[in-house]
């Protein structure tokens, strides 16, 4: 569960920051994409997968 959390915490932290970018730039799009990794990450993680 804490796992959860902190994967949420961390994707909202890579998500706010992604914000302050304009639409369509490459860093933007970065930082999106690396706020659902780490979220599936800690989440799978948690849920003790076999893949990590």
């Known amino acids: 569960m804490s796992s959860t959390v902190a994967g949420i915490i961390f994707g909202a932290a890579f998500l706010s920051i992604a914000r302050t ?3 369509g730039t490459a860093i933007r799009d970065y930082l999106i994409l690396a ?4 979220l599936a990450l800690f989440r799978l993680h948690s849920l ?5």
Request: aromatic share 16%; net charge positive.
């Open 21 to 23: 970018f304009r639409r």
């Open 35 to 38: 706020a659902y990794g780490m």
């Open 48 to 52: 003790g997968s076999p893949l990590i």
